[in-house]
């Protein structure tokens, strides 16, 4: 079900006559999927810088316009139930948006390999090290993009298998017979599909990474779709695209396949949002696809 919200700040007569003055808009509005995990699209002036605060009053993020005047907002798996945006030196009052919740369970998965959880072995650990490099590289690079504008479309025809969110704990032993214990957010949505099922763009952008073999991934492709939303696809039995490639909604990325650290065929599919604002990346996190699929275009 969409969680959709919109809230609007207006200003008093007074405010909107110096605004009106100094050519800058006279509200924030934002939309969205107002859910944890969800994304909200706001707009005002272009270039504005704009507060996320939580109930304490505690600044989470701070965020900035486009030079359309558009931003935006991801929202953590445990985001409060109630956000404030306050635009930075604008007499543009603040506005609180309500963020509804999300119910995630717990799941114990036994009898794994614990091979297929952690690199264990010294080739294991160089061969993941390298693929993590290349990740950060990736997500550090930002493109122009229509972002959600064009709304989001499934990237494989076939059925949801894993939703976003839920913590597993993976309970195993490995090739020599140690026993092993992981626990992890699955932060993607996998769709059950077999090798060779062709995997198309969401929405448009421009390919960041594409790579055949990185350690737990596989076959990986980026795609930054702008504004800070990257697409994740993983597991790939073929890459068709290559990085620097602009890519519009529907093209062909690649292949569905069981490459990397799976235990069987399936896309996993992840969304980062990434905060242009903030030149340190540890304040990005993941946001639940099958919620963009609710976001209409605009």
């Known amino acids: 079900m969409r969680a959709l919200l919109l809230a609007v700040a207006f200003l008093p007569p007074a405010?909107?006559?110096?605004?009106?003055?100094?050519?800058?808009?006279?509200s924030l509005s934002c939309a969205g999927i107002a859910k944890q995990s969800g994304l909200l699209r706001c707009h005002a002036a272009p270039d504005m810088e704009i507060e996320v605060s939580g109930p304490d009053g505690e600044t989470r993020r701070t965020v900035k316009t486009n030079q359309f005047g558009r931003v935006l907002?991801?929202?953590?798996?445990?985001e409060p139930s109630k956000l404030q945006l306050t635009p930075v030196?604008?007499?543009?009052?603040?506005?609180?948006?309500?963020?509804?919740?999300?119910?995630?369970?717990?799941?114990?998965?036994?009898?794994?390999?614990?091979?297929?959880?952690?690199?264990?072995?010294?080739?294991?650990?160089?061969?993941a090290a390298e693929s993590w490099v290349k990740k950060q590289e990736a997500f550090a690079s930002f493109h122009a993009g229509p972002g959600v504008t064009?709304?989001?479309?499934?990237?494989?025809?076939?059925?949801?298998?894993?939703?976003?969110g839920p913590t597993?704990?993976?309970?195993?032993?490995?090739?020599?017979?140690?026993?092993?214990?992981?626990?992890?957010?699955h932060e993607?949505?996998?769709?059950?599909?077999?090798?060779g099922t062709p995997v198309t763009a969401p929405a448009g952008g421009t390919v960041i990474l594409a790579d055949e073999d990185l350690y737990y991934e596989g076959?990986?492709?980026?795609?930054?779709?702008?504004?800070?939303?990257?697409s994740v696809f993983l597991h790939l039995s073929d890459v068709s695209v290559k990085e620097g490639h602009v890519i519009p909604?529907?093209?062909?990325?690649?292949?569905?396949?069981?490459?990397?650290?799976?235990?069987g065929p399936h896309l996993h599919w992840a969304v980062k949002w990434r905060n242009p604002a903030d030149e340190e990346r540890e304040g990005d996190f993941y946001i639940d696809p099958a919620l963009l699929l609710d976001l209409e275009p605009r």
């Open 15 to 26: 405010a909107l006559q110096t605004a009106a003055d100094n050519h800058t808009p006279q």
């Open 73 to 78: 907002i991801g929202l953590q798996q445990k």
């Open 89 to 127: 030196d604008s007499v543009i009052r603040p506005i609180t948006m309500t963020i509804a919740p999300r119910h995630d369970d717990f799941r114990l998965i036994k009898g794994f390999n614990c091979d297929k959880v952690d690199a264990r072995t010294e080739a294991q650990k160089q061969h």
């Open 150 to 164: 064009q709304g989001f479309i499934r990237p494989v025809e076939g059925p949801a298998s894993s939703p976003f």
């Open 168 to 185: 597993r704990k993976y309970v195993g032993t490995g090739a020599n017979g140690e026993p092993c214990e992981k626990i992890s957010v």
């Open 188 to 195: 993607g949505y996998d769709f059950a599909v077999p090798t």
């Open 219 to 230: 076959g990986t492709v980026f795609l930054d779709h702008g504004d800070g939303l990257v």
């Open 249 to 263: 909604q529907g093209e062909k990325l690649g292949e569905t396949g069981n490459t990397g650290r799976t235990t």
